[in-house]
């Protein structure tokens, strides 16, 4: 049976290769050069997440990947003052609203946008107007869903992290539970008019059962594939990412969707 929702995207983020950069200084190694050696390897989008402690990616960075890629931005950013005003500077094809905390090693859980309705619907307006896709990092929860559909976000990601924690972790029954929940909200968000991506600690081994959802229309992979390239290169890892995505929409929907 043919996927009447399309080709399954892969977006990489490059974050990590700024963090190996800060950690010693210099210029080396270039995120631009990763994400263009990504776009090579297959990817069909770019992301990068500037924190307000810059720990990763800086302002030079997105200023940089703005100007030179040729595949889609996605902008992660925190709901403040500052990143909307660097979003509306840049217009990247996409910004993705993430929860963010100084002390977090990684964003941890998803963004509370039904205690923040009428704040958030206000600061995503002129990123809307100003003609990003506005996307919302939340849990699969129903609540969580709905707000973002009220608040008028086009896109949802949901957050993978607990799901592909307990399939590192061996636990079969919480990871059938989180993995039934992505695959509900998935459905429940495409039946609201939201598009469906989906990212957050997702491997090689848990990337088929997320990729088989007809509804996720955008896996948005990161740590994994820098990590990997230390092994294997970041051609190979992300070429060996985008084979597991796509045996995974023809397992499920026929060969030829991918």
Do not use: W
Not at 23 to 31: E, H, I, L
Not at 246 to 255: I, K, L, Q, S
């Amino acid at each position: 049976m043919d996927n009447p929702l399309g080709r399954l995207r892969l977006g990489v983020n490059i974050d990590h290769v700024a963090t190996v950069r800060n950690a010693r200084g210099g210029a080396y190694p270039d995120p631009l050069r990763a994400a263009l050696l990504a776009e090579k390897a297959g990817a069909d989008g770019i992301t990068a997440h500037l924190r307000e402690d810059r720990r990763h990616i800086t302002d030079p960075d997105i200023e940089r990947l703005a100007k030179n890629l040729t595949v889609p931005l996605n902008f992660e950013m925190a709901a403040t003052p500052e990143m909307q005003a660097i979003a509306l500077r840049h217009v990247p094809h996409a910004v993705c609203i993430v929860p963010e905390k100084r002390e977090e090693k990684t964003t941890e859980g998803g963004l509370e946008v039904a205690k923040q309705e009428n704040q958030l619907a206000h600061f995503i307006a002129p990123l809307r107007d100003a003609g990003c896709r506005v996307s919302m990092f939340i849990a699969a929860d129903m609540k969580q869903v709905e707000a973002s559909a009220r608040i008028g976000a086009q896109v949802v990601e949901l957050h993978t992290g607990a799901y592909c924690d307990a399939v590192t972790e061996g636990d079969r029954s919480a990871a059938d539970r989180e993995l039934a929940a992505l695959r509900d909200m998935s459905a429940y968000a495409h039946e609201l008019g939201l598009e469906v991506h989906a990212g957050h600690g997702i491997t090689y081994d848990t990337v088929k059962p997320i990729a088989a959802f007809p509804e996720v229309m955008e896996l948005n992979i990161g740590h994994f594939l820098i990590g990997e390239a230390i092994f294997s290169g970041l051609d190979s890892a992300i070429r060996r990412m985008r084979a597991l995505m796509d045996e995974a929409r023809n397992e499920a929907f026929g060969e030829g969707v991918a």
